[in-house]
């Protein structure tokens, strides 16, 4: 099966270490829940693996099936089948939905595939690309919008969640994709990310990372492991009561047992 693995990362943001020494192995068909207080380095993290750019590795590796792609640019990653749904997505004026999915996926889907070579044909892409909002209960006129530009909270978040829908990555992470969202949308969003995970392309399941502060998006998609980070290091894992505890209790538990990372 295919292999997500972090070994002792470091990582620095402008001279600053953000990451300690983080471990994390997530194989295909894993789901991983991922909470700790904020400013930890959760997103950091996520932002790592997919390869953001103003992230410095100081040490340590991540590796994909045994390669160390910690030089890896993000479009690369993102052709690899990492797929990330950011905290806090960014806004492209003037880009559809649509234009942009087409795009994302046709390279997801041909990673040979260079700039200006044929995408998707209009008609297969159309077709898929109403089956999913269909299926996430998505008005397609939302297709027609700039991405990101204008949305609110919540329709960031669903745009986030129906771009994996359409990518069907290898290994997805999932930044607060429930924040801004009502607690019906929460449901629909967690039930969409555990139809997603069994529909991924070759067969396998997806390898889930899940960075939430609550245990709502966890509903439908029960963590085989829960990591919880503080002070740029995973201190601690547990199966689902540990999320179920952390959502309940708080941190200050883990606070007083790893004062060394608090
Ligand atoms: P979390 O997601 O757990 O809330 P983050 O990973 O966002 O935590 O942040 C961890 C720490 O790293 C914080 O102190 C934050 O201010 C810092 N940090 C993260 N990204 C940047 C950045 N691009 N520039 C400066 N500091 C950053
Ligand atoms: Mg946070
Ligand atoms: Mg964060």
Redesign the pocket.
């Known amino acids: 099966t295919e292999t997500l693995k972090i070994t002792n990362l470091h990582v620095a943001?402008?001279g600053?270490p953000?990451l300690r020494g983080v471990n994390l192995t997530i194989n295909r068909g894993e789901t991983h829940a991922l909470m700790?207080p904020?400013?930890?380095?959760?997103?950091?993290l996520g932002n790592v693996i997919m390869g953001h750019p103003?992230y410095e590795v100081t040490d340590g590796t991540i590796e994909l099936n045994g390669e160390d792609i910690s030089e890896w640019d993000a479009t690369e990653r993102a052709r690899a089948g990492i797929f990330m749904a950011f905290q806090r997505p960014m806004a492209i004026p003037g880009v559809k939905m649509a234009d942009f999915l087409r795009h994302a996926t046709t390279n997801v889907r041909n990673p040979a595939r260079k700039e200006g070579e044929e995408l998707i044909p209009m008609r297969q892409f159309r077709k898929e690309l109403t089956e999913k909002m269909e299926q996430l209960r998505m008005d397609t006129e939302f297709a027609r919008r700039y991405v990101n530009d204008g949305f609110s909270g919540g329709e960031m978040k669903r745009a986030e969640i129906l771009q994996m829908a359409m990518l069907r990555p290898k290994f997805a992470i999932l930044d607060e994709t429930d924040s801004g969202l009502d607690v019906d949308a929460v449901k629909l969003a967690s039930q969409s990310i555990a139809q997603i995970g069994k529909e991924t392309a070759g067969g396998d399941q997806m390898g889930i990372l899940i960075i939430t502060h609550h245990d709502k998006l966890l509903d439908q998609n029960t963590p085989d492991f829960t990591h919880v980070?503080l002070g740029g290091k995973i201190v601690e894992t547990g199966g689902v009561e540990l999320a179920h505890e952390l959502y309940t209790d708080g941190y200050d538990r883990i606070r007083a047992s790893y004062p060394e990372a608090a």
């Open positions: 943001v402008e600053k953000i700790g904020n400013g930890s380095g959760k997103s950091t103003n980070m």
